[in-house]
C-alpha cells in the first residue's frame, strides 16, 4: 500500500512543508494505518508531495516516516528531477 500525502496548501503554489511537519503528519498518517489495518502498517509506505525539489529532497528523506517523494512539476525540468533522484549522493 502506498499512502501520498500533499498539504493542500502546497498545491501548486511552490511551497513546502519543513521536512519536520512533512514528518509530524506522515507519522500521524503511519500510526492511523496502524492502528486501523495492523497487518499493512508494515508494508504501507508514505510518501509526501509538496514542491518537492532537488534542495529539499535530502532533508526530506532523511525522516523516518518519510519514505518516498511525490514529484510534481520538478519532474518537468530534467536538471531539477535529477538533482532529486540524485539526493543520496548529494548528503
Known amino acids: 500500500m502506498v499512502i ?4 493542500v496548501w502546497a498545491i501548486g503554489t511552490g511551497k513546502n512543508a519543513t521536512p519536520e511537519d512533512a514528518q509530524e503528519v506522515c507519522k500521524a498518517i503511519r500510526k492511523k494505518v496502524e492502528n ?13 508531495g ?3 525539489k532537488g534542495v529539499n529532497a535530502p ?16 519532474s518537468l525540468d530534467p536538471d531539477e528531477f535529477s538533482r532529486i533522484i540524485k539526493y543520496r549522493l548529494l548528503d
Do not use: F, H, N, T
Not at 532533508?59 to 520538478?74: E, H, N, R, Y
Open 50 to 52: 509538496g514542491s518537492v
Open 59 to 74: 532533508d526530506l528523506m532523511k525522516q523516518i516516516d518519510i519514505d518516498g517523494l511525490l514529484v510534481g512539476g520538478a
Open 36 to 48: 486501523d489495518w495492523k497487518a499493512a502498517s508494515d508494508e504501507v509506505r508514505i510518501q509526501y
Open 4 to 7: 501520498a500525502y500533499e498539504p
